[in-house]
């Protein structure tokens, strides 16, 4: 019976492999807390049967403020009256106009949904202004004026007198201030 002891397998626990053991034991354990304490960004939504798509976390998006109120953003737009959406835009160059397209295209894409969630079918068009004084905004056609950076001397959204002003003074902060216009829009809460 000694004999079958003596036999028995054998591990050697030097100090080197005691460090391994334990650094490896806790790169786990900080990926596990990584996994899931660590908050992964939010970029979409289940609206209804939709899942909307955003480019930037929704998290990071939501900081943008909003005048008067979130719930005037969302009354402006979401009612049974709106016939067409206007998005105006002043030019700029080529890759400012492209960042224009690329706006208006997620707030028609998700914009969209939220209307027929609610059996409304307007239509969208887009026009190119001089000036974002004096848009002629109506309660059947409100508008959403896109501000360039290079227009921007702040990042916010607001509504005043059947306008929505979106702007943003960098490209990331256009892109954030556009997506809390959607959250507002939709009554989307993250």
């Known amino acids: 019976m000694a004999e079958n002891r003596e036999k028995g397998l054998k591990i ?8 391994l ?6 790169i786990a354990v900080a990926l596990l807390f990584y996994q899931y304490l660590v908050p992964k960004p939010i970029t979409s939504v289940a609206y209804g049967n939709y899942i909307l798509n955003f480019e930037l976390d929704l998290r990071e998006a939501d900081k943008v403020p909003v005048y008067p109120s979130e719930e005037a953003i ?3 737009l979401m009612h049974g009256l709106v016939q067409t959406v206007t998005i105006a835009f002043k030019p700029v160059d080529s890759a400012g106009n492209s960042l224009y397209s690329k706006e208006s295209m997620q707030i028609i894409f998700n914009l969209r949904p939220g209307y027929l969630v609610r059996d409304l079918n307007p ?16 309660i059947q056609n409100p508008i959403i004026a896109l501000v360039h950076p290079a227009y921007a001397n702040e990042t916010s959204v607001s509504v005043d007198g059947h306008v929505v002003t979106i702007k943003g003074r960098t490209s ?3 892109i954030l201030a556009t997506e809390k216009f959607l959250m507002a829009a939709l009554g989307i809460e993250v």
């Open 21 to 26: 053991i334990v650094a490896m034991a806790s």
């Open 172 to 174: 990331e902060e256009l």
């Open 12 to 19: 050697k626990f030097t100090t080197t492999r005691a460090a």
């Open 123 to 138: 239509s969208f068009n887009a026009v190119n202004v001089t000036s974002y004084e004096y848009l002629p905004g109506k």
């Open 74 to 76: 969302n009354r402006e």
